[in-house]
């Protein structure tokens, strides 16, 4: 493009972000988290054969100021892999601000987005390329790689946010996706609700067999 920004009477720019599809946030002032293994408490059992060291995801984050009314960018980045027979996933929170909602975007992979509410109710969507999932407020959420390529995955949010670990560690996901022989399994690991608990199983089986389609 050639420069004629002098010949203009305001100023012309290139912006400082750039976000290709299928590819890692970059620019200038972004915040990043990368999670190991050696840091991911959240899986249903120890692999002693893992790589401490392993790189389980990362996020790329464009903060702006913490006010009502200013918006995040991010991207994260979700590796393939097993913790033992476990695929993995991500820690998942809600947020700090109870009143934030936020969009996700699948820009590549092939895994599951999973929800979980203050009442204990746990679902899961699919995330394919090009799906666009909704998270309302109150609610916790989570991704998991079920493929051999990284889950790729961009979302936009309230700066004011925040991230609450806290209460996920309090009160774990009750979900847990395996490789059950190249298939894969939920395990529902805490259910007080017999009739809960047959309902998740129905939607779990639900899940399974889209994505055999």
């Excluded at 980045?77 to 909602?101: C, M, R």
């Excluded at 999932?133 to 946010?161: E, K, Q, Y």
């Excluded at 939920?186 to 259910?191: A, F, K, S």
């Excluded at 129905?202 to 389609?213: D, G, P, Q, T």
Aim: hydrophobic share 30%; with cysteine; charged share 30%.
């Amino acid at each position: 493009m050639k420069d004629n920004t002098a010949e203009h009477p305001i100023p012309v720019t290139r912006s400082e972000l750039f976000h290709h599809w299928q590819q890692r946030l970059n620019g200038n002032n972004l915040t990043e988290l990368k999670v190991h293994y050696k840091d991911a408490d959240y899986f249903g059992e120890e692999d002693p054969d893992l790589d401490p060291d392993t790189l389980i995801y990362e996020l790329v984050m464009k903060e702006s100021t913490p006010d009502e009314g200013h918006l995040n960018w991010g991207h994260i980045t979700l590796f393939p892999g097993k913790v033992k027979d476990e695929y993995f996933a991500t820690k998942g929170s809600y947020h700090i601000n109870p009143n934030s909602e936020e969009y996700y975007l699948c820009m590549g992979g092939e895994g599951l987005i999973m929800y979980l509410n203050r009442q204990g109710d746990c679902w899961c969507e699919i995330l394919e390329e090009g799906s666009l999932h909704h998270v309302p407020n109150g609610v916790a959420r989570r991704f998991i790689n079920l493929g051999d390529t990284p889950l790729m995955i961009s979302l936009c949010r309230p700066s004011n946010a925040g991230f609450d670990y806290d209460s996920v560690t309090e009160h774990p996901f009750p979900c847990h996706v395996y490789d059950d022989d190249g298939e894969m399994a939920i395990r529902v690991d805490v259910n007080d609700d017999e009739s809960s608990e047959e309902s998740d199983e129905e939607a779990f089986s639900e899940i399974e067999a889209l994505l055999k389609m």
